[in-house]
């Protein structure tokens, strides 16, 4: 029966948000001061895409997302991302801190798990539909940006732009595969090049900038933005918007906790405040790490920022909870080995723990680490569609070499995805593009939940 109030969809969206979260964002005295991250989703509908993988999967479950039969029924599960989006790609340095190569690749594996390919396609496709509608929304002032200059100058790619963008992306995908069907060894290559004229040349060319060594490293890097010298020691800048101190028996216990697990000494360390969208309320503490001797500047080159996250249930496994016995690892344990298969050269720094009764994330933050927002690929000043293009068939390279390292024994993984997506590649991109209007929808209702 039609549901005119969308009472059963608002209870879902819900009980979702309050299984995975902690607060019902639509109840009593929590509606009057909503967490920071169902405000941050309330933002944009790709923010509320961002920060509820677990709907996502619910509806994947239920049928409200309906995928072709073929594409979870003849293609190998592997492993996947889990909360594949458009802003989940980017650039980072191979080895993590440790390396210089600089990568385009999957950059969140914090939902990762033994799932079918098609969860990430479909999603990534849903995402690249939103980030142009964000951006369109940006220019006619439905959302807004603090960070857009010229607005009166740029245009924002179309949804006829973004459903070819889909398609690119799932063009790239199975090119992909059939590459490595003919040649194994293409799944250990690596996106590490962009020339002229494409949309990605200008934050590869910043990342190899900001990459020890590199030009900008003292001034632009991950290490540089975050630590400063004072009193001759390497210390965390005063970023009260982005850090906040321990108390020094809080302090003590983190880095006798975490010391086993990383590669010097321990020079300082702060909580992380307010970091990402999905996981903006989970614990997380910054370390800098470096020799005990550290003296100063000339120094910093030998030193690096490692994150230490809380992590719970990767996204899809609430509503698939028996597709893989490796999923039954502990929640840092899974995302580990994943992350470990998924990349060429996964971060020397790459651990798991259990501490306080909870299982945490230990890995490297890179210093040429460069994040895509959605005003980087969908607005532009002429011809926004073909940068959302190029953009969307990056990550479907990208997405194509990481699913195939699932399975380093054969090729049956890239010879089944490219045959059935030669068949059912276009079902596959209207499901996606039809559920970004889901998507639309479920975000009005949370807007409707929380306070002004």
Known sequence: MHDPNNTERRLLIRAELARVDGVDPGAGEAASQPMPKHRKMAASPLRFLRGSAQLYYADLASGVLALPAALLERVPVTRVMGDCHASNFGFLTEEGSHGDSVVFCPNDYDDACLGHA????????????????????????????????????????TAKDARKAGHA???????????????????????????????????????RRRRAGGRDFATKSTLAKEVEVRDGRPRFRDRPQRFSTLEPARADQVRAAFRPYVDDA?????????????????????????????????????????EVKQQRLSGPLHHFPGLRPENRLAPAHLTVDCQRRMQRSPDMVLDEAVWEDK?????????????????????????????????????????????????????????????????EGDALLDAA???????????????????D
């Open 118 to 157: 098609a969860w990430d396609l479909a999603r990534c496709i849903t995402s690249l539909v939103l980030a142009a509608d964000y951006c369109a929304g940006v220019l006619d002032g439905r959302y807004d940006a603090d960070d857009v200059d010229a607005p009166d100058r740029l245009t924002a790619a």
């Open 359 to 423: 299982h945490w994330l230990v890995r490297s933050r890179h210093h040429a680490r460069v994040g895509i927002d959605p005003e980087d690929i969908a607005l532009a000043k002429k011809k926004p569609g073909k940068g959302l293009a190029q953009y969307a068939a990056a990550c479907g390279e990208a997405l194509a070499l990481a699913h195939a390292r699932g399975d380093r024994r054969s090729t049956r993984f890239e010879a089944a995805a490219a045959a059935v997506l030669a068949e």
């Open 266 to 306: 321990v020079l300082d360390l702060v909580r992380r405040l307010g970091a990402g969208t999905g996981s903006v309320d989970l614990d997380r503490f910054y370390l800098l790490v470096g020799p005990e001797d550290s003296a100063g500047d000339a120094d910093l080159p030998l030193c690096h920022v490692v």
């Open 433 to 451: 593009v039809a559920y970004a209007e889901q998507v639309i929808a479920d975000w009005g209702l949370l807007r409707a939940m929380l306070p």
């Open 169 to 207: 992306l799932l063009a790239a995908y199975r090119r992909t595969c059939l590459e490595g069907v003919n040649d194994p060894e293409r799944r250990d290559s690596a996106m590490t090049h962009f020339s002229s004229g494409h949309v990605l040349r200008k934050p590869w060319k910043k990342a």
